[in-house]
């Protein structure tokens, strides 16, 4: 069982979720929200990529990433698109006073756990003046997190965990930068959680590998299936009510 971190997390949400999307190829359309996320992310990959740091050619590589699949209609889009811009301008402005080296981009990690294999893909690693890494996640989303929050983020620490385990990094602080919001929330991390993180991810590998797909009804209210799954608790509740 090969298991990456969008797996891990979907079925972490809900077993059955997973079966839709990965045992029987269902899949999330894209919405502003997400289509937004992943023209962001792959401009900022370009961008850091590409060695070039002026303005013009971070616009160049929002240009050449923009999705326009998953807006309802082009004006939608064009405020979309407007967001993009004004939040980029500003990343560019606060990159401009980093101090850090960025050592590398899109980086992939994988490493053996039991029978399984785990794999990752970190969005950014820098080394600060003092050789500290530093793990960074880009958020699109409009909230800014707290420093707690960062420091507990599943998503942060399983990368964390594969920077140790696959690249052999000692990452000191974890990092998400909230693109739009245009604030980087950074927490010192803390190693002492990783063997049990290790151990859910085992428990998910091995239940994925067994068919366990159990219904989670607690996540039903946030699912993307919740009107049409056949054990949506979502759907049993507003029939309910009318
Ligand atoms: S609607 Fe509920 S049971 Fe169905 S996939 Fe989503 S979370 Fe799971």
Redesign the pocket.
């Known amino acids: 069982m090969e298991l990456s971190f969008t797996r891990f997390r979907i079925y972490r949400?809900?077993p059955?979720?997973y079966k839709?999307i990965f045992v029987d190829g269902r899949r999330i359309p894209l919405n502003p929200k997400s289509s937004f996320g992943s023209s962001l992310h792959r401009a900022l990959e370009r961008w850091l990529l590409s060695g070039d740091d002026c303005r013009e050619a971070l616009f160049d590589c929002l240009r050449s990433s923009w999705l326009s699949q998953g807006y309802p209609d082009e004006r939608v889009e064009a405020r979309w698109r407007a967001k993009a811009e004004r939040a980029l301008s500003r990343f560019h402005r606060e990159e401009s006073s980093r101090r850090a080296r960025t050592i590398a981009v899109e980086k992939e990690f994988v490493w053996p756990l039991g029978p399984h294999t785990v794999r990752g893909k970190i969005d950014r690693i820098d080394q600060g003046p003092d050789g500290a890494y530093e793990i960074i996640d880009y958020k699109t989303g409009p909230g800014v997190p707290t420093p707690a929050q960062v420091a507990g983020d599943i998503q942060m620490r399983f990368y964390a965990l594969g920077a140790r385990r696959a690249l052999g990094l000692r990452p000191a602080v974890l990092t998400m930068d909230a693109v739009v919001a245009g604030e980087r929330v950074g927490a010192s991390y803390d190693p002492s959680g990783e063997d049990a993180l290790a151990c859910e991810i085992r428990g998910a590998a091995d239940g994925i590998e067994a068919g366990r797909f159990q219904?989670?009804?607690a996540?039903?209210r946030r699912?993307?299936?919740?009107d049409d799954?056949s054990?949506?608790?979502?759907?049993t509740r507003q029939s309910d009510e009318t």
């Open positions: 949400e809900c059955w979720k839709l219904p989670n009804a996540y039903c699912c993307d299936f919740k799954c054990n949506s608790a979502e759907k």
